[in-house]
T-cell receptor, first 115, second 112 residues
Framework: NAGVTQTPKFRVLKTGQSMTLLCAQD?????MYWYRQDPGMGLRLIHY???????AKGEVPDGYNVSRLKKQNFLLGLESAAPSQTSVYFC??????????????FGPGTRLTVL | RKEVEQDPGPFNVPEGATVAFNCTYS??????FFWYRQDCRKEPKLLMS???SGNEDGRFTAQLNRASQYISLLIRDSKLSDSATYLC?????????????FGTGTQLKVEL
């Protein structure tokens, strides 16, 4: 099992460019998440999905869009990148809560720099 | 007030030492608590869940004090490989979605 994978690992964008980050998981998890991690801020939830075809806003959704067309994939889009979106982006997946199992499994991250 | 607060450290300790990290959370309705470990430039990984009765996993012991809204992690006999950032994580159980709230992390450096 590959677990959670993310594409690309690194990317440099110019202000105003668009891009899509891809997350894939092979654990048959219902729930998927996108976080950003910035120095001194901890991980912050951008958007999440509780199942195929559903998405919801997290703590910092502005400037991002997501889609969950297939259960195993969760895409994060930046329509017009801004320097404030320079960050490390982590995708995660989990089973629905219950039975004491809330563990989220993370991908290796995407390092994005917006110039 | 941040939802989850941790001392950022760094905690520099010699190999073999015992070190403790603390964390406080603001949402008294929170039900699930965890410690995640994050190595430099890597993804977070679950270290252990924290139960009301306290729990131990080898050299690691986690405690929860609901009255004080306080979580702790104790590491005994520190190893060089324990060097990492330890994230205190709370599931506030609001709004659905199994959302987690992460602290900013406490950095541990174990030295020879």
């Amino acid at each position: 099992n590959a677990g959670v994978t993310q594409t690309p690992k690194f990317r440099v964008l110019k202000t105003g460019q668009s891009m899509t980050l891809l997350c894939a998981q092979d654990m048959n998890h219902e729930y998927m998440y996108w976080y950003r991690q910035d120095p001194g801020m901890g991980l912050r939830l951008i958007h999440y999905s509780v199942g195929e075809g559903t998405t919801a806003k997290g703590e910092v959704p502005d400037g991002y869009n997501v889609s969950r067309l297939k259960k195993q994939n969760f895409l994060l889009g930046l329509e017009s990148a801004a320097p404030s979106q320079t960050s490390v982006y982590f995708c995660a997946s989990s089973s629905p809560p219950g039975g004491g199992n809330n563990e989220q499994f993370f991908g290796p991250g995407t390092r994005l720099t917006v110039l | 007030r941040k939802e989850v607060e941790q001392d950022p450290g760094p905690f520099n300790v010699p190999e073999g030492a015992t070190v403790a990290f603390n964390c406080t959370y603001s949402n008294s309705a929170s039900q699930s608590f965890f410690w995640y470990r994050q190595d430099c430039r890597k993804e977070p990984k679950l270290l252990m869940s924290v139960y009301s009765s306290g729990n131990e996993d080898g050299r690691f012991t986690a405690q929860l004090n609901r009255a004080s809204q306080y979580i702790s992690l104790l590491i005994r006999d520190s190893k060089l490989s324990d060097s990492a950032t330890y994230l205190c994580v709370v599931n506030p159980l609001t709004g659905g979605g199994n959302k987690l709230t992460f602290g900013t992390g406490t950095q541990l450096k174990v030295e020879l």
